[in-house]
Every structure is written in structure tokens, then in C-alpha cells.
């Protein structure tokens, strides 16, 4: 983090230099920690903890692109994203990362969490559901549409499409099984 021991400046010199990767928001870790696999995981799930855990009380999960981001990897985030069971007030203090809550259904659904090494997070088809149903603007869509890619391998095609069949009435679900079957295999 900047300023333990190294200012937000140097840091970027660093990650540019490639002695550091950013991994989210102020978060840093050296090159040689493991990036992919369960090591990649761990240090994921473990910057989404520190961002979130101080902010956010009650139940909540990581959802959408955050949680995409810690099931599969990738670029840095610039927000985070949480379903929280009641409301919260953004912090006065500015995160490092944009902080986008939702107060849905989702924290409070055990069948819909999973927890990746302490991290509550949206299941990977709840994630999946969530980002086919509320693409946003062009980026945000087009962010969204490389995530649900990444996850489609971790999913079972037969219960994702149960799935969005049984929520056929939700908001945003026609064009959300409309996209689906455009990425599934036939």
C-alpha cells in the first residue's frame, strides 16, 4: 500500500519497472507471488477482504465484475462491487477503488454465496446471472461479456440455463437468456 513504505508514485514506477504487480485499488504485491491458480485466488479474495471489510457491516458478498475478478483474474479493478442486506452509507473518506453497493436478495441467500478464503462472494452462476442482467454502459457491458466468458468453463451449461429459465421473471432476465444462449454451446 503507498506510504508502507513507498509512496503511491514509486509504487507505480514499480509496477512499471515490473518489481510489483497492482492487484486492485492502492493494493501491491511483489511479481514472485503467485498470480494464477489457488495462490492467485488467495490474493485476490485477500485484496476484496481488505478493500471491503472495513467499509461494509452486516452481511454482504462481493458480486458482478468484483466477484468475476476473484473466481477468474485479470486486469486490476477500479470499483467495487458488493450486494449488501441493508443500506450503507459510501464513506466520507475516498477508497482507492469506486465503491458501487446494491442492496438486493443476493447477501442474504446462502445458495447464491460461496466464500473464497473468507470473502463472501455471489456463486459463479449468481455472478453470471448478474452481469448478463444489468450490463450498464458500453464499458461496463463490454467488461462484463469478457467476464461471463471466463466463468462460462466453471459453470454446468444445463443448470445455468435451469437457472435463468426458473427466473425468467426478474428484471433484465429476457435479454439475459438472450445473451446466454449466444455464448452457450448449442
Not at 514506477?13 to 510489483?20: C, D, F, N, Y
Not at 504485491?29 to 479474495?45: H, I, K, N, P
Not at 466520507?92 to 436478495?105: F, K
Not at 460461496?114 to 458500453?138: I, K
Request: net charge positive; glycine share 8%; charged share 20%.
Amino acid at each position: 500500500m503507498p506510504g508502507l513504505p513507498y509512496a503511491g508514485p514509486e509504487l507505480q514506477a514499480m509496477a512499471r519497472s515490473g518489481l510489483v504487480v497492482h492487484v486492485i485499488g492502492d493494493l501491491y504485491v511483489e511479481t514472485d507471488q503467485g498470480q494464477s491458480g489457488a495462490a492467485g485466488l488467495r490474493l485476490r479474495a485477500a485484496a476484496v477482504h481488505r478493500l471491503a471489510a472495513p467499509v461494509l457491516a452486516g452481511r454482504w458478498a462481493a458480486r458482478g465484475l468484483t466477484a468475476a475478478w476473484v473466481f477468474t483474474g485479470g486486469p486490476a479493478l477500479a470499483m467495487l462491487e458488493a450486494s449488501v442486506e441493508r443500506f450503507h452509507r459510501i464513506p466520507l473518506q475516498p477508497l482507492s477503488v469506486t465503491l458501487r453497493l446494491e442492496q438486493s436478495d443476493a447477501a442474504g441467500q446462502p445458495a447464491d454465496i460461496v466464500h473464497l478464503h473468507g470473502v463472501p462472494c455471489t456463486s459463479v452462476e449468481r455472478t453470471v446471472e448478474d452481469l448478463l442482467r444489468r450490463p450498464g454502459d458500453a464499458s461496463r457491458a463490454a467488461a462484463a461479456m469478457t467476464a461471463v466468458r471466463q466463468l462460462l468453463p466453471l459453470t454446468d451449461p444445463v443448470s445455468l440455463r435451469d437457472r435463468f429459465e426458473s427466473r425468467r421473471k426478474r428484471p433484465g432476465m429476457a435479454a439475459a437468456r438472450r445473451a446466454l444462449e449466444g455464448l452457450l454451446p448449442a
